[in-house]
């Protein structure tokens, strides 16, 4: 006796459709979900503040000011009562020809009596410079490193200066101008 097919394949595939797509799409639905949410949390750790992109000059902050005041910080006007702010450090802290890291800047002396601060990110991967020496902020890194007094880099990837933020001398104070 010879088998009667009533059905072609192509048929029976469509009966089935309406039962598996649910099952299956939501599967793949949720492995597409949870791959673009650990994308996105690794994009976002890798994602850096540039300073260079602030409009104002100075470098953000943790602790902005209420609106309308001079600029970010915790509202102390720290001395002198202009529009210097609080103190990025003591006078006495920054060596001759050489300098500190103090909160998000690198502060330094060139020259005795002249006194610069830069941004602590190093401009070629978004890397916090951990160094001062021989009038070079070193970048560990990719070894990039930057001239005390202008920023600018002096040798390694690096090709774009640490922005530059203005300070001033308030005392015995370094507060930013």
Same mark, same amino acid.
């Given at each position: 006796?010879?088998? %009667?097919?009533?059905?072609?394949?192509?048929?029976?595939?469509?009966?089935?459709? &309406?039962?598996?797509?649910?099952?299956?799409?939501?599967?793949?639905?949720?492995? @597409?979900?949870?791959?673009?949410?650990?994308?996105?949390?690794?994009?976002?750790?890798?994602? +850096?503040?540039? &300073?260079?992109?602030?409009?104002?000059? =100075?470098?953000?902050?943790?602790?902005?000011?209420?609106?309308?005041?001079?600029?970010?910080?915790?509202? *102390?006007?720290?001395?002198?009562?202009?529009?210097?702010?609080?103190? @990025?450090?003591?006078?006495? *802290?920054?060596?001759?020809?050489?300098? #500190?890291?103090?909160?998000?800047? %690198?502060? =330094?002396?060139?020259?005795?009596?002249?006194?610069?601060?830069?941004?602590?990110?190093?401009? $070629?991967?978004?890397? *916090? %410079?951990?160094?001062?020496?021989?009038?070079?902020?070193?970048?560990?890194? $990719?070894?990039?490193?930057?001239? #005390?007094?202008?920023?600018?880099? +002096?040798?390694?990837?690096?090709?774009?200066?640490? &922005?530059? =933020?203005?300070?001033? %001398? *308030?005392?015995?104070?370094?507060?930013?101008?």
């Amino acid at each position: 006796m010879t088998d %009667v097919q009533t059905t072609t394949d192509a048929e029976e595939l469509r009966e089935e459709e &309406p039962r598996r797509p649910a099952t299956a799409s939501t599967r793949r639905l949720v492995l @597409l979900g949870a791959g673009a949410a650990g994308a996105t949390a690794v994009l976002a750790a890798c994602g +850096t503040a540039t &300073p260079s992109s602030n409009t104002n000059g =100075t470098d953000f902050s943790d602790t902005p000011g209420p609106a309308g005041s001079a600029g970010p910080g915790n509202g *102390d006007s720290g001395g002198s009562g202009d529009a210097g702010g609080s103190a @990025l450090a003591a006078t006495g *802290d920054i060596p001759e020809g050489g300098g #500190i890291i103090a909160g998000d800047l %690198v502060i =330094t002396q060139p020259v005795a009596g002249t006194y610069k601060a830069f941004s602590k990110v190093c401009t $070629h991967a978004g890397c *916090d %410079v951990n160094k001062i020496d021989g009038g070079q902020i070193s970048c560990p890194c $990719h070894n990039s490193k930057f001239s #005390i007094e202008t920023g600018e880099p +002096t040798s390694g990837p690096a090709t774009k200066a640490l &922005p530059e =933020t203005k300070v001033k %001398v *308030d005392g015995d104070n370094i507060v930013a101008a």
